[in-house]
C-alpha cells in the first residue's frame, strides 16, 4: 500500500533503528520564493540560491526526490547513505530560473508543492511551465488555496487535499504523489485525508532535519529565508544546526492549534 512502512516482507528491510544523530541526519532544504525582487523575507535571492546549491553539490550527498526518499523511508527502496532533498513551496513564477541553476550546479533532484488554486494567476507559476520541467523535478500538491488545515470543515478538508491532487494530475498528466501540508499544520484528520487520496508521502516543516527512520507522512524540513548564510547551510549538509526531528507532536504545537481553532470559530461568528 502506497505510504505504508516497512516491516516484515519489505524488499528493503531498515536498519537497525539507532538514535539518530549527526551522522544519519537528512538534510530537506525547504525553499520557497527565489527572485531579487525585495521584500519578502522568505525569497532568496538568484546568486545566493545558485551558490546554495554548488554548496549541496559539493557535499557528497545524494541529492533525491521526495518520491526517491520517501520509497525509502517506507523500505520499498534503499536508503542512499547520505541523502539531501531541495524542496520548493506554493509555486512561483520565477521557479524555472531556480530549475535552471540547479542544473547549473548539477543538482539534478528537486521537488515543488504548488498551490493548485493559485498556479496560472499573477505572482505564480504558470501551469505551461510547471508541464516543461525536467523529468528530475518532481511536481507535488500543497492544497488548493493553502489554508490551515487543521481547523477546516472535513468536507472543505478534503477537497483542498484531494482536489489539489487531482488539479496537479489532469493539468500536468504526470502522477502527483506527494503532499506539503500549508504552513506545516497537520493532525490526524489532515494526515488521514491525505492518505485517503492517494498520496504516498507528505512533508511537514518542524525547522527540524529528518532522519531513516521519519514519519513519511510528516517529513521535517528546515526552512531556507533570505538571512539564511553559507555557514549556517553548511551546518545543516553536515547534518547538524537544526534539531533532529521528533516523533511524537509537541505541546506547544498543540495548543496553538486549539488557538487557531478558537479563532477560527469567533471569525465565523463575528
Not at 508521502?201 to 526552512?223: E, M, Q, Y
Request: proline share 7%; hydrophobic share 40%.
Amino acid at each position: 500500500m502506497a505510504g505504508e512502512h516497512a516491516g516484515a516482507g519489505s524488499a528493503y528491510p531498515r536498519a537497525v533503528r539507532s538514535a539518530p544523530g549527526a551522522a544519519t541526519a537528512v538534510p530537506v532544504l525547504l525553499y520557497h520564493d527565489v527572485t531579487d525582487e525585495p521584500g519578502d523575507p522568505y525569497a532568496v535571492d538568484h546568486a545566493t540560491f545558485l551558490r546554495h546549491m554548488r554548496a549541496v553539490a559539493a557535499s557528497g550527498r545524494d541529492p533525491l526526490t521526495v518520491d526517491h526518499y520517501a520509497d525509502a523511508l517506507a523500505g520499498r527502496a534503499p536508503m542512499p547513505s547520505r541523502p539531501v532533498l531541495v524542496t520548493f513551496d506554493d509555486g512561483y513564477p520565477e521557479f524555472p530560473r531556480a530549475v535552471d541553476s540547479l542544473a547549473r550546479a548539477g543538482v539534478a533532484a528537486a521537488t515543488v508543492y504548488v498551490t493548485t488554486g493559485e498556479a496560472g494567476t499573477p505572482g505564480r507559476v504558470r501551469w505551461a511551465d510547471l508541464a516543461a520541467l525536467p523529468e528530475w523535478v518532481q511536481v507535488g500538491a500543497h492544497s488548493r488555496t493553502h489554508p490551515q488545515l487543521d481547523v477546516l470543515p472535513r468536507s472543505r478538508l478534503l477537497d483542498e487535499v484531494a482536489g489539489s491532487r487531482d488539479d496537479v494530475e489532469q493539468r500536468l498528466a504526470r502522477p502527483c504523489t506527494s503532499f506539503a501540508y500549508p504552513h506545516g499544520h497537520h493532525d490526524r484528520s489532515v494526515r488521514s485525508a491525505v492518505v485517503e487520496a492517494g498520496f504516498a508521502s507528505a512533508c511537514g516543516v518542524k525547522n527540524a532535519l529528518s532522519h531513516p527512520h521519519d514519519d513519511v507522512f510528516a517529513i521535517a524540513r528546515v526552512t531556507i529565508t533570505r538571512t539564511t548564510g553559507d555557514d549556517e547551510l553548511a551546518q545543516y549538509l553536515e547534518g547538524t544546526g537544526a534539531p533532529i526531528a521528533w516523533k511524537r507532536e509537541r505541546l506547544r504545537t498543540k495548543g496553538f492549534r486549539y488557538y487557531r481553532r478558537a479563532r477560527s470559530r469567533v471569525g465565523a461568528h463575528a
